[in-house]
């Protein structure tokens, strides 16, 4: 009896050791397991991590990109306005210039007329001046004639005075023609002296009568131009005038 209570303890006692030898070899597993799982989980949060730091960085490159191209954008918008405006006060001053063309026109227009009307209009304050330019042209043609006459009288007076210069030489040269034993010593110098003498005579006449040229065409010349001068200071006159009224 004893014996048989001894073997059933001893029994169940080896079924509770097969247990926990199956329940240990089970949690061992399940540790095993876990700590693989584990491992893999912590392999993966890594690549997880990885990937959310390159998602990160993929995010910041697109919100720059974004910035930059709204930039671009403000800056195509501000230079689409920039031209907008330029083509406008392109057009606005094209439109202007031939604006002001066309007032010059209108303006050239009315002065050719307004002359027109003052020279039909002063016509007989015109005909004095036409008169008083006509009588001092004819005074510096007398004055001109006069000056010609003077020169020609000159002109004829130093051809008599080279007449008589050459035929005084004439004379000279006949006279020392003679034979030199007759001559006195020094004759050729004089001959030569005369010479001389006569040329130099024949240059100042010449000189004179250029000079008297010069004179005579220089006072035309103030004649003239005192004249044009005189012409516009009265067109002048007139012009105020015509405005005037």
């Given amino acids: 009896m004893l014996q048989n209570k001894i073997t059933s303890e001893t029994h169940a006692l080896s079924l509770d050791t097969d247990v926990t030898a199956a329940v240990s070899e089970d949690i061992a597993q399940l540790t095993s397991q876990g700590v693989a799982q584990s491992r893999e989980l912590q392999a993966k949060e890594s690549l997880l991590a990885r990937q959310q730091e390159a998602i990160r960085l993929r995010t910041e490159d697109i919100a720059r990109g974004t910035q930059a191209l709204h930039d671009q954008q403000a800056t195509l918008l501000l230079q689409n306005a920039e031209l907008e405006a330029l083509v406008h006060e392109h057009f606005a001053l094209r439109e202007a210039t031939h604006e002001g063309a066309r007032h010059l026109l209108a303006i050239a227009d009315a002065v050719r007329l307004r002359r027109d009307s003052l020279l039909g209009q002063d016509g007989d304050l015109l005909a004095p001046v036409a008169a008083r330019l006509d009588n001092a042209l004819e ?73 008297s040229c010069q004179a005579g065409r220089a006072r035309i010349a103030r004649v003239q131009v005192g004249l044009g001068l005189f012409l516009l200071g009265l067109l002048g006159v007139v012009g105020m005038i015509g405005l005037d009224r």
Avoid: C, F, I, Y
Avoid at 151 to 170: P, Y
Avoid at 183 to 188: E, L
């Fill in 139 to 211: 005074e510096a043609a007398v004055q001109n004639a006069q000056l010609e006459s003077s020169v020609q009288a000159e002109a004829r007076a130093l051809a008599l005075q080279q007449t008589d210069a050459a035929a005084d030489l004439l004379a000279t040269s006949h006279h020392w023609r003679k034979p030199v034993d007759h001559a006195p010593p020094d004759a050729n110098t004089l001959a030569r002296q005369g010479l001389a003498q006569v040329l130099a005579d024949m240059r100042q006449v010449g000189l004179a009568v250029a000079v």
